[in-house]
């Protein structure tokens, strides 16, 4: 059956930005630095992602864990401003800056997810960035592999905006796949955390004047780790690419999470928000240019836009190539955040919020680059994107003084979190 609607064309922009999770928030606020008309499109009606909606919210690491920081750039404002109303879990040691000295203690925060998307609107709106929320893009118009607008979906009815650069931040690569550029399936295991508090906690938070410790991870659905760990037995992993596994996911996890209750007094605990996004760290992500790989560990590349490290691993750095967000033979489209390619445990440390934070940064200059130079986004002059990531205070190539001999490194996580 063919169904034509009829798309009200409202305006144009330069760059538009699918998604308002962190990367695309870095994507928005970057290109809008760089001096273009920017509508960044979110379709629940709040910024974060799963930093926020889905509740995930933990800045993993931006040091090495020896003390030196390796993240920094917009990945570090925003850490700021999620703890900057709220607060915070920084530890002592990083509280004026970068300690040196092979401090093992990591520059890692907790934090409010709803006061950071308070925060967050605030960031945007200040910056000149457009909003749309409650608005799903649902068709990228494509001419010759050219995106030339978007088709949404909202309130107002069917919409059309277009635009000269196209950047999927939608965390599942939803745009590039109905473009027709190369993505890859991911495979996401049963996992279904929510915040709980109880008199414990309450108390806990009251004796110590630290409110943070008033919920956390209490009642959960599935609990499968990272790695598939606690992963029920005989249960599929999904891709989560369709509404029946969404649908599913979300059915089998709130009744898990209600039997889970059922086992406590209901007058003692509640649970504080559920999350309002699947929990899923990966659906799809680019086939890019490059593919990042676990074994690319401490290689430098020409290409890169930022020096990234591990957030379970000391000393572990990675470099992000600037192809692993673009695919030749699409020359207005780039992916950032988790969307971007990488393989294997590669893919887990692009993927935290911290790096699809400097990947947005990075394909909101890029974006304008490609503007201003009439270029193909694939081809625009690398050199100078690194130059101004750097003014930017992004690190583009970690110091291979950094690099530890293989008999002192320490894979030790020393950091508490579902990641
Ligand atoms: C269980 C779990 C635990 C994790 N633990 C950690 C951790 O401890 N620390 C850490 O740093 N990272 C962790 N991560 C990873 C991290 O949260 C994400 O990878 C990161 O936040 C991704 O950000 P993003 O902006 O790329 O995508 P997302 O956060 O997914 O943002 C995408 C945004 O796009 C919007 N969107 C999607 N489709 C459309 C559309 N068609 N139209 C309009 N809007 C659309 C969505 O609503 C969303 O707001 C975890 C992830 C999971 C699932």
């Known amino acids: 059956?063919?169904?034509?609607?009829?798309?009200?064309?409202?305006?144009?922009?330069?760059?538009?930005?699918?998604?308002?999770?962190?990367?695309?928030?870095?994507?928005?606020?970057?290109?809008?630095?760089?001096?273009?008309?920017?509508?960044?499109?979110?379709?629940?009606?709040?910024?974060?992602?799963?930093?926020?909606?889905?509740?995930?919210?933990?800045?993993?690491?931006?040091?090495?864990?020896?003390?030196?920081?390796?993240?920094k750039g917009m990945a570090e404002e925003l850490l700021k401003l999620a703890v900057k109303?709220?607060?915070?879990?920084i530890p002592e040691q990083w509280k004026n800056g970068e300690p040196g000295n092979g401090e093992k203690n990591r520059y890692i925060t907790?934090?409010?997810?709803?006061?950071?998307?308070?925060?967050?609107?605030?960031?945007?709106?200040?910056?000149?960035?457009?909003?749309?929320?409650?608005?799903?893009?649902?068709?990228?118009?494509?001419?010759?592999?050219?995106?030339?607008?978007?088709?949404?979906?909202?309130?107002t009815g069917c919409e059309y905006y277009g635009a000269k650069m196209v950047v999927d931040a939608s965390g599942d690569a939803d745009v590039l796949f109905r473009a027709g550029v190369p993505t890859v399936d991911g495979k996401n295991y049963h996992t279904y955390l929510t915040m709980g508090a109880d008199l414990d906690s309450c108390y806990a938070a009251y004796e110590s004047k630290d409110i943070s410790k008033l919920y956390g991870y209490k009642y959960k659905g599935g609990c499968a780790a990272l790695n598939g760990a606690n992963q029920p037995e005989g249960k599929p992993t999904r891709v989560g690419a369709t509404v029946k596994d969404i649908t599913e996911y979300v059915i089998?996890?709130?009744?898990?999470?209600?039997?889970?209750?059922?086992?406590?007094?209901?007058?003692?605990?509640?649970?504080?928000?559920?999350?309002?996004?699947?929990?899923f760290r990966e659906i799809r992500h680019i086939d890019g240019d490059y593919t990042l790989k676990t074994e690319d560990a401490y290689k430098h590349f020409d290409d890169s836009v930022a020096a990234i490290c591990d957030f379970e691993r000391r000393d572990y750095l990675y470099e992000v190539p600037y192809r692993t967000m673009v695919k030749t033979g699409f020359p207005n489209l780039i992916t950032a955040g988790r969307t971007a390619a990488a393989d294997g445990y590669a893919w887990d440390v692009l993927r935290v919020i911290p790096p699809a934070i400097l990947t947005g940064q990075a394909a909101g200059v890029a974006c304008a680059m490609a503007i201003d130079a009439q270029s193909d986004i694939c081809k625009i002059n690398v050199t100078k994107l690194q130059q101004i990531l750097e003014v930017q205070k992004v690190m583009i190539h970690f110091d291979d003084k950094l690099v530890p001999q293989r008999e002192q490194e320490d894979t030790d996580a020393h950091v508490e979190g579902h990641f």
């Open 1 to 71: 059956m063919r169904i034509e609607r009829q798309a009200n064309h409202v305006k144009n922009y330069d760059i538009i930005v699918v998604g308002g999770g962190v990367a695309g928030v870095a994507a928005a606020v970057s290109a809008k630095r760089m001096g273009k008309s920017v509508l960044l499109i979110e379709k629940t009606i709040g910024l974060g992602g799963l930093a926020t909606a889905g509740l995930i919210n933990l800045f993993v690491p931006l040091c090495n864990g020896r003390g030196i920081q390796i993240i």
């Open 110 to 155: 907790r934090f409010s997810a709803p006061i950071f998307t308070l925060a967050l609107t605030e960031f945007v709106t200040n910056a000149g960035v457009e909003l749309l929320f409650d608005t799903v893009v649902t068709e990228p118009v494509m001419e010759n592999h050219i995106c030339q607008g978007l088709v949404v979906e909202n309130k």
């Open 252 to 279: 089998e996890n709130h009744l898990e999470c209600l039997n889970h209750i059922k086992e406590q007094d209901r007058m003692t605990r509640t649970i504080v928000t559920l999350p309002t996004m699947p929990q």
């Open 85 to 89: 109303y709220g607060y915070d879990t």
